[in-house]
Nanobody
Framework: QVQLVESGGGLVQAGGSLNLSCTSSGHTIEWYPMAWFRQVPGNEREFVGWIGSIGSRTKYADSVKGRFTISRDNAKNTVSLQMNSLKLEDTAVYYC?????????????????WGQGTQVTVSS
């Protein structure tokens, strides 16, 4: 069983940076394409970024492209999300997820394992 745990969230001023981490306390995640989503209360979960199992391919939402970088260290069973130039609208709960496969990386339905989320709050 893959059990994902996110960490690294917190309060940061606009323009600042945070680095989120996601690890599995259960089975290895090295074979899973992984993604980050975020959710604001009252809204649907929103795709943020995706990384292939090897780590050579990445995809990003337009809203974060150029500011966020997703990476993975399979030896450490970890996926990270480096967030720079944070904006007020980046405030959300951030979730990591492991993909069940398939070509649809932007939809929640493609992901079979989810973490509990970590809160990111960007202040002015």
């Amino acid at each position: 069983q893959v059990q994902l745990v996110e960490s690294g969230g917190g309060l940061v001023q606009a323009g600042g940076s945070l680095n989120l981490s996601c690890t599995s306390s259960g089975h290895t995640i090295e074979w899973y394409p992984m993604a980050w989503f975020r959710q604001v209360p009252g809204n649907e979960r929103e795709f943020v970024g995706w990384i292939g199992s090897i780590g050579s391919r990445t995809k990003y939402a337009d809203s974060v492209k150029g500011r966020f970088t997703i990476s993975r260290d399979n030896a450490k069973n970890t996926v990270s999300l480096q967030m720079n130039s944070l904006k007020l609208e980046d405030t959300a709960v951030y979730y990591c997820a492991a993909s069940g496969g398939g070509s649809t990386v932007y939809s929640e339905s493609a992901y079979v394992y989810w973490g509990q989320g970590t809160q990111v709050t960007v202040s002015s």
